[in-house]
């Protein structure tokens, strides 16, 4: 039980990164580290 639920976080995280990328990519948007103002 222990493998699957860590498999299952991994896939998570994974499957967020790629939405995120291909989003990025979409709009041609660059990926900026600092925050901005306003944002926690």
């Known amino acids: 039980m222990r493998t699957k639920g ?7 995280v994974a499957r967020k ?7 990025m990519w979409a709009d041609g948007t660059e990926f900026r580290s600092e925050k901005e103002e306003g944002t926690v």
């Open 6 to 12: 860590r498999r299952r976080a991994v896939v998570a």
């Open 17 to 23: 990164l790629a939405v995120l990328l291909h989003r």
